[in-house]
């Protein structure tokens, strides 16, 4: 069975960091791209992140380029989002997710809540 | 970034009746359009994928048409548990975007 379980969310203080780890099993984690999606409090998805299966090409989304690095661990089979100078309008559930084409898989998420 | 738009933004549906979703993306994604179910407090769970090929234990009562730039998810008969958020999504382009979501509510 494949599962993908989030952890490392919290309440942060705007400029601070955060570290997300995603534990993968169940699947060759080392054949899948990897995601990280956000969605805000009743808002909608948003594409974070992403990584190739080898993890020598990543691409992110303008809002986080240069303060949010995604990287992996193929050997302990798993993903991991560094999220550094966090501002409010990162507050969100992120969840960690896996494609061939589309993303079949998601994690339960992790919440972030970036907050004086 | 390509736009995806999707419409109505909320269906309201009897229990057995047929629901349509529409979902148009800003220029051309070939078939590279997946659509997925969100209940409220769940993660995402895929359901098509390739704009009309349904995922592994999708029911068949979902199904999905299109290519290009306008895109339809069809619910034939729906069931208690169908009730929730629809989102479409592209992966023709980095970055993958989703369109705001219809919510598919009981009549």
């Known amino acids: 069975e494949v599962q993908l379980v989030e952890s490392g969310g919290g309440l942060v203080q705007p400029g601070g960091s955060l570290r997300l780890s995603c534990a993968a099993s169940?699947?060759?984690?080392?054949?899948?791209?990897m995601h990280w999606v956000r969605q805000a409090p009743g808002k909608g998805l948003v594409w974070v992140s992403r990584i190739s299966s080898d993890g020598s090409s990543t691409n992110y989304a303008d809002s986080v380029k240069g303060r949010f690095t995604i990287s992996r661990d193929n050997a302990e089979n798993t993903l991991y989002l560094q999220m550094n100078s966090l501002r409010a309008e990162d507050t969100a559930m992120y969840y960690c997710?896996?494609?061939?084409?589309?993303?079949?898989?998601w994690g339960q998420g992790t919440l972030v809540t970036v907050s004086s | 970034e390509i736009v995806m738009t999707q419409s109505p933004a909320t269906l309201s549906v009897s229990l057995g009746e047929r629901a349509t979703l529409s979902c148009r993306a800003s220029q051309n994604i070939n078939s590279n359009l997946a659509w997925y179910q969100q209940n409220p407090g769940q993660a995402p769970r895929l359901l098509i994928y390739g704009a009309s090929t349904r995922a592994t234990g999708i029911p068949a009562r979902f199904s999905g048409s299109g290519s290009g730039t306008e895109f339809t998810l069809t619910i034939s008969s729906l069931q208690s548990e169908d009730f929730a958020v629809y989102f479409c999504?592209?992966?023709?382009?980095?970055?993958?975007?989703f369109g705001q979501g219809n919510k598919v509510e009981i009549k």
């Open positions: 169940g699947f060759p984690f080392s054949s899948y791209w």
């Open positions: 997710a896996r494609s061939w084409s589309a993303v079949d898989y």
């Open positions: 999504q592209q992966y023709n382009n980095w970055p993958w975007t």
